[in-house]
């Protein structure tokens, strides 16, 4: 089945090269069949790019998935033009109005800041206690993960000595949880951030659960007992050439930067880079809305 997203948009191009059924809101309405509503809030610099990331990922589903793009209003979104959000985006406050079955919050650039420091940060604090009684399951991706750990459970964010930059492989912690069914026992995420959380402090909170985890870099995959809320370190929505973009672009800038681990066949980076975790992301979102958000929200959630 589809997803459902303006037929201007810019990924929609992308996803039918890519023979991924996008249906727009015209042919939508001649269903008669509730889909599942999911709100992304972008806080990527990546606009377009994460849009398709995410998009490609959410149509990997029998599931019809209608998606809105939400926007921070008290953020200055310099690499998108005030155009484009506003033929796109609604804004926060316009989510506050409804309900949806599930939201994504991405990662953003400012994992160096104190959270309070973040010009956001209070109006994306409503948008997350907001979702305790009118999402119903969240997922929180990178910095969103470390946003959602601290304000909604205290648990802190810490730096790194370096940066956490390449595929990580990652040991299942409760491998029968319906959201790891069909993963192996070790499976990638591609991680690139400055910060951590400590394992000691997710378990002093009884309400949250480990996933996964790397022995070397901690927790990566975390979530609420009730499913409500999911919280992944990393980025699996990443494509082939997103951590060597990265890469490159610090490079290029003369910031301290390392080849990202185990991605360049032979840690060449005059090498193509390979995908070794597009399998594990398709099946990590079907997962995820099939058992968290499908087969749990009610039919009139939205009502």
């Excluded at 990924?11 to 015209?26: D, H, S």
């Excluded at 209608?66 to 155009?83: A, F, P, V």
């Excluded at 484009?84 to 994504?104: A, C, Q, R, T, V």
Aim: hydrophobic fraction near 35%; charged fraction near 25%; charge should be negative.
């Amino acid at each position: 089945m589809p997803i459902k997203i303006h037929s201007d948009l810019p990924a929609k191009g992308i996803l039918e090269q890519e023979n991924i059924f996008v249906m727009t809101e015209n042919r939508a309405e001649t269903q008669e069949i509730r889909p599942l509503k999911v709100a992304i809030i972008n806080l990527m610099p990546t606009r377009e790019t994460t849009e398709t990331q995410l998009l490609r990922l959410l149509s990997n589903t029998p599931l019809q998935v209608e998606i809105s793009l939400i926007r921070m209003e008290h953020h200055d979104y310099k690499n998108t033009g005030t155009d484009y959000l506003d033929k796109f985006y609604i804004p926060s406050s316009e989510l506050l109005k409804n309900k949806y079955d599930g939201m994504i919050i991405t990662g953003a650039p400012v994992e160096q800041l104190p959270f309070e420091q973040v010009d956001y940060w209070e109006e994306l604090c409503k948008v997350m206690d907001w979702a305790k009684d009118n999402v119903f399951s969240s997922l929180y991706l990178c910095w969103g993960a470390f946003a959602g750990l601290y304000h909604l459970h205290g648990v802190n964010k810490h730096a790194t000595d370096g940066k956490i930059f390449g595929i990580f492989k990652n040991k299942s912690g409760l491998i029968s949880d319906p959201l790891l069914r069909g993963f192996d026992d070790f499976f990638p995420i591609p991680q690139s951030r400055h910060t951590t959380i400590k394992e000691e402090e997710i378990l002093a909170h009884s309400e949250l659960e480990i996933l996964a985890h790397n022995d070397s870099i901690g927790p990566t995959l975390i979530k609420s007992k009730d499913n409500r809320e999911v919280f992944m370190t990393g980025h699996l929505e990443y494509d082939s050439n997103t951590l060597g973009t990265e890469y490159w672009r610090d490079k290029s800038k003369g910031l301290p930067i390392h080849v990202p681990l185990n991605y360049y066949p032979d840690d060449n980076p005059e090498n193509t880079p390979k995908s070794t975790w597009r399998s594990t992301a398709h099946l990590f979102f079907s997962n995820w809305l099939n058992y968290y958000v499908y087969q749990e929200t009610p039919y009139n959630f939205t009502k």
